[in-house]
């Protein structure tokens, strides 16, 4: 940290477009009680980033964006223990954003301890994406021979959702690409075999399903996952089984779907990464602690492999202005990554 208190990051001036992401210094955050304080070595984007940036109130701002870090610890509050200056850390940050900077603050409940054998950058595109896959196929939701659905695996969420799938004995996994690209990255990148792959740009709505389950032998799949939304949100209703439960990180089902899901008994869940650190009582947080802990492990062992991750530059206005870009024109696979010096 810098003799003078301060440091650089790019602050949100204004909702709105990326021209309101601005560089500048700002004071250096103090750690709370129960906080550590971060010296940022990469930072993560994730889609939430520019739609918060879109749809952030006048009064939310200005404010430094970026939901996950890994880092240094510099100084640590006065009742933590489990975490000393100079241990490598990586962060998810839902109640404090602030990752688009040199130093952020995190609960210890959002902190894990980065293994030797998984470099900063790649620890930096775990948290958010990781943990949201987690919630969606981990856990014991999808077990050996378990058929699974994923709608949108080439994204950073898709990519790690797939190897959690595909580390908990699930088979198949039917994932689903809109481009020549997109399915290349699925086969090249995450192993999933050509045969698997639902091209929804080739097929229109009323084929959809079909197609889908045909690769499933005809069957429907109990555990159907939709991380795109709108007509992939009606396809996993369509295609998940009786008494099977589709999932969304996107939408919630209109009458219709809920009509469809009610027909054959199954269930909807809708996941929201934030819900436990935003709603829920301080004493279920290091259920997050816990994922990520897990996440690093069945990473560090080579249980699972990550999708790509890409590096758009340093910390500045126009490295996050790209990569908000990039990640609103639909033009990333995988995760993107910025370094901070």
């Not at 910390?315 to 990640?327: I, K, N, Y």
Request: glycine share 10%; aromatic share 6%.
């Amino acid at each position: 940290m810098r003799d003078d208190g301060a440091m650089k990051a790019v602050i949100l001036s204004a909702p709105g477009g990326v021209e309101n992401l601005q560089l500048t210094d700002t004071a250096t955050p103090e750690p709370d009680a129960h906080e550590v304080r971060i010296c940022v070595v990469a930072a993560g984007f994730n889609p939430s980033d520019y739609k918060m940036r879109q749809t952030a109130s006048t009064v939310d701002v200005p404010v430094v964006l970026g939901g996950e870090v890994a880092g240094v610890v510099d100084a640590v509050g006065a009742e933590v223990s489990e975490f000393r200056v100079g241990d490598s850390v990586c962060a998810y940050l839902p109640l404090k954003r602030g990752g688009y900077a040199e130093a952020v603050c995190a609960h210890v409940a959002f902190v894990a301890k980065k293994p030797e054998t998984i470099s900063f950058t790649t620890a930096a595109a775990i948290p958010l994406a990781g943990l949201t896959a987690m919630a969606c196929v981990g856990n014991g939701i999808v077990d050996a021979n378990t058929p699974v659905f994923i709608a949108g695996g080439a994204g950073g969420v898709g990519g790690f959702a797939i190897e959690i799938a595909r580390a908990a004995g699930g088979d198949p996994i039917i994932t689903t690409a809109g481009t020549e690209s997109s399915a290349g990255y699925l086969v090249q990148t995450l192993g999933v075999s050509p045969n698997w792959i639902v091209r929804y740009d080739q097929v229109n709505d009323s084929e959809l399903t079909t197609a889908s389950r045909s690769l499933n032998r005809g069957r429907l799949f109990p555990v159907a996952v939709d991380l795109v939304g709108r007509r992939m949100t009606k396809l996993c209703c369509d295609v998940v089984a009786f008494d099977g439960c589709a999932t969304s990180i996107v939408q919630r089902p209109d009458t219709e779907d809920q009509e469809r899901l009610s027909s054959k008994s199954a269930a909807f869940r809708f996941v929201s990464l934030r819900a436990r650190a935003k709603s829920g009582d301080v004493a279920i947080w290091p259920e997050y602690k816990r994922g990520l802990t897990v996440l690093l492990d069945l990473i560090s062992g080579g249980q699972i492999r990550l999708p790509k991750i890409t590096t758009v530059g340093t910390l500045s206005a126009e490295t996050v202005r790209s990569a908000h870009q990039l990640m609103e024109e639909k033009h990333t696979q995988g995760k993107l990554v910025m370094s901070i010096a």
